[in-house]
């Protein structure tokens, strides 16, 4: 183990003695996490750091809610209540940054297979923000009026963690906010700047199975079979026309395969194909048009090419579904102002909306439509971003193993427009 991450170690097994932000060693906790990451459904070290540290800066600290969820109450008289949401799990993803604290973890996904792991979207960054900004608020309660609520949400990659959390009785057992508030890195972005989008800002996500039956046989003879690969290659093309030719032009919607297995020899027509796909769209409406689409094509192809009625495809909308995250725009605008404040008009600027999704959009469609934002925090280095105006690099997306965050500044910067909002927020 290097020294650096020996270091990372020791400044986090010393967490406990954390309580204050005078005594909160941000790089430190940063580095940690990211040394040490935890798949989906398996955060409990990450999540027991979290509790440890926010109990001793005064918080009434719950576990085990949702999963590996952490719920922090700090309440200061009377006002309205804040929700600060930060995620924690990691990606099954091998790190080559050959950053000194970079992950060598590896753990066991889901699907039983020995993976490696890294926080390749910034799940750390969101931590170490919101942790410190907890802590801010808990050394200013002369400055605020209210109640605190920082929650840490497990499975977002899943999109399940904050079904989990609101499932188990998140608002009713704890509080019910009048504001939520979140981050999410964003690799497009210098550090030192924060970028924000009024309204829809990232999209509804459905992963959708289709599974094809057929009949199998030889190559050479096809006329004796039903080929499910052929009617795999149909449906493909024909379901490109859904976004095309079946929304309106202005609606955003993307259908796409991701995945498409069958057969196993050159001469043999298999018997089952399978095709996975990722759907996305902003409007409920023109979700459920890509949906039943999806259907009326793998079935009606089916039928044009003479499969018998118990050989139709079964199409499958998986439970993972996360809902479109609306910023309301009066939050928008009053968070904005507080943040060019703070850290200077040029360093906030409106960004363009995207078809990722968020699970923190959940927290905004409850029955109380509670006003949610999430801001956008630039995280790319000087000198890479400078490279990259000039057109000589490209960017590493979320998600890619060159992932690499300047975490002094965007974390500096994220901590200071946390802090401000949350400030302003919690007025009586």
Known sequence: MSLVRIATVTTVL??????????????????????????????EKTSALLARTWRRAG?????????????????????????IRMD?????????????YASRAKSIEMTGQEVHVMHACGHDVHMTVGTETALNLATQKDAWQGTLM????????????????????????????????????LATLPA????????????????VDIQLKGIGGHGAYPHNAKDPIVLAASIIMDLQTLVSREIHPVEPGVVTVGSIHAGTKHNIIPDSATLQLTVRSYSDATREILLNGIRRIAIKNAEAMGFPEDLLPVVEVKDEYTPALWNDPELV???????????????VIEVTKEMGGEDFAR???????????MI???????????????????????HSPFFAPDPAKSIDTGVKAMTAMALDLLQN
Do not use: C
């Open 333 to 347: 605008a009053r968070s904005v102002a507080v943040m060019k404040a703070v850290i200077g008009a040029a360093n």
């Open 59 to 83: 918080f009434e600290v719950t576990e085990q809610v949702g999963g590996h969820g952490v719920v922090g109450l700090l309440k200061n008289g009377e006002g309205p209540t804040l929700m």
């Open 150 to 185: 920082v929650i840490a949400q497990p499975a977002e990659e899943r999109g399940a963690g904050a079904k989990a959390m609101l499932n188990d009785g998140l608002f009713e057992r704890f509080a019910t906010p009048d504001y939520n508030l979140s981050l999410h890195t």
């Open 376 to 398: 956008r925090l630039g995280v790319v280095p000087e000198a890479k971003w400078q490279a990259f105006v000039r057109g000589e690099t490209n960017l590493p997306s979320l």
């Open 363 to 373: 927290y905004g469609r409850t029955d109380e439509k509670i006003p949610s934002f």
């Open 192 to 207: 030192g700047q924060i970028g924000y989008v009024p309204g829809w800002m990232m999209a509804n996500v459905d992963s």
């Open 14 to 43: 010393l967490a406990s003695s954390v309580t204050s932000a005078q005594d909160f060693d941000r790089l430190g906790f940063y580095e940690y996490l990211h040394a040490n990451p935890e798949l989906s459904f398996q955060e």
């Open 88 to 100: 924690t799990d990691a990606l099954p993803v091998q790190e080559q940054t050959g950053l000194p």
